[in-house]
């Protein structure tokens, strides 16, 4: 199914709101917001009440804030507070979001209950309407001040309150989960966290204390691929990263990402996206 089709807007649009007294007084209020396809986006350390939503629309950027990295997909959003310098650097050619940088009596409550520990929140556009949101804001017009400030502070609950239900979608579907399926994510997660190193089927399940046969049962079951296959695919797509923004050899990144030879690692990134790690970098 193909994500339908919105009337983004044609150009960069930013609005710094003038927040003045009354305007503290609601829920909840917009310093400023926009859309933009900028090749970087930097938010200064502001008032530590303040928090980002940024929605990225499409393209690849990486998302840095106090030294912990970030890469941001498409349909993903950022929400995060401006206690520290926020900076968001390019990836892929392009990058479209939508940003707000919001406050208000009840922003750090619902901030507190949207946030998670990577302060990134995937989001299904056919199912969830943070994008629609975002675009009412931007499309909204009116001469009465009062007026926009009330529907800016709706259209701000409505995406918290969104986000809001990503997260307990989430967290509902993980109680549903078969124990055989959990077990499959803590061998993902080991190799997420070791791939650069070596990885065969008897030194995972050393680590995660499964037995061979048991290991071999369940991966093959809910991965619909083989370890080597699955390993190979991780690695190739963590390459793109050090492709895109790095200056590294192709030998230097094959190595960085596992890789026991460069021949080994330019055969399967051929087999996964088609062209070669030289290519890939000339186009993204």
């Not at 892929?92 to 901030?111: D, R, T, V």
């Not at 994008?131 to 009412?136: K, Q």
């Not at 009062?146 to 993980?174: G, P, W």
Request: aromatic fraction near 14%; include cysteine.
């Amino acid at each position: 199914m193909s994500t339908p089709k919105r009337e983004l807007p044609k150009h960069c649009k930013v609005v710094t709101n003038n927040v003045t007294v009354h305007t503290r007084s609601h829920p909840f209020y917009i310093v400023e917001y926009g859309y933009c396809n900028e090749k970087k986006l930097l938010i200064d350390q502001g008032d530590h009440n303040d928090i980002l939503i940024l929605y990225s629309i499409s393209g690849v950027v990486r998302f840095s804030r106090n030294k912990e990295i970030e890469y941001v997909q498409p349909d993903t959003v950022v929400i995060v507070a401006c206690n520290a310098p926020l900076i968001f650097n390019r990836v892929s050619a392009e990058w479209e979001y939508f940003y707000m940088i919001i406050s208000g009596s009840h922003a750090k409550l619902y901030y507190n209950l949207v946030r998670n520990k990577s302060n990134l929140i995937t989001v299904n556009p056919l199912i969830y309407g943070v994008l629609d949101w975002f675009i009412e804001l931007m499309n909204l017009k009116s001469h009465s001040t009062e007026y926009i400030q009330v529907t800016q502070s709706m259209l701000v609950h409505n995406i918290l309150y969104q986000l809001y239900q990503v997260n307990f979608d989430i967290i509902e579907a993980k109680s549903i989960i078969p124990v055989h399926e959990t077990d499959v994510n803590i061998i993902l997660k080991y190799i997420q966290k070791n791939y650069k190193e070596e990885l065969t089927i008897d030194i995972i399940c050393k680590h995660v204390h499964f037995s061979r046969s048991y290991f071999c049962k369940i991966f093959k079951e809910y991965t619909n691929v083989t370890l080597h296959q699955y390993i190979s695919e991780f690695r190739v797509n963590k390459s793109k990263e050090l492709l895109s923004y790095s200056k590294l050899s192709i030998n230097a990144v094959a190595n960085a990402v596992g890789f026991k030879n460069t021949l080994t690692y330019i055969r399967a990134f051929e087999k996964y996206t088609q062209m070669t790690p030289t290519e890939y970098r000339k186009h993204f």
